[in-house]
């Protein structure tokens, strides 16, 4: 089992930058394909983006592509998010979530999640 915990959310200009962080307990982090996802209010849960247990392996939404890029560090256990180009409609708690399947744009393929954290993206 893994337990995840996001950082780095906060409030941000259009066009700004913001790199979230998501930190995984145990040792066998290595094993784990990790996801991001987003649920702004009112709307579902969506995917952003996904990796595999190596760092060739990598997924993203539409929306995202080109703008967003997903990345893993497994000596330190942490995934992260590096957002640019921001947008209003990027506005969400952004998650992020592990497997030890592989990655996918699928939020039930994610046993574990973090807590959260708040993007916001101001016009």
């Known amino acids: 089992q893994v337990q995840l915990v996001e950082s780095g959310g906060g409030l941000v200009q259009a066009g700004g930058s913001l790199r979230l962080s998501c930190a995984a307990s145990?040792?066998?982090?290595?094993?784990?394909?990790m996801g991001w996802f987003r649920q702004a209010p009112g709307k579902e849960r969506e995917f952003v983006a996904a990796?595999?247990?190596?760092?060739?392996?990598?997924y993203y939404a539409d929306s995202v592509k080109g703008r967003f890029t997903i990345s893993r560090d497994n000596a330190k256990n942490t995934v992260f998010l590096q957002m640019n180009s921001l947008k209003p409609e990027d506005t969400a708690v952004y998650y992020c979530?592990?497997?030890?399947?592989?990655?996918?744009?699928?939020?039930?393929?994610?046993?574990?999640w973090g807590q959260g954290t708040q993007v916001t993206v101001s016009s």
């Open positions: 145990g040792r066998t982090f290595a094993y784990y394909a």
């Open positions: 990796i595999g247990r190596s760092t060739s392996i990598t």
């Open positions: 979530a592990g497997s030890l399947s592989y990655p996918q744009a699928q939020s039930t393929g994610y046993p574990y």
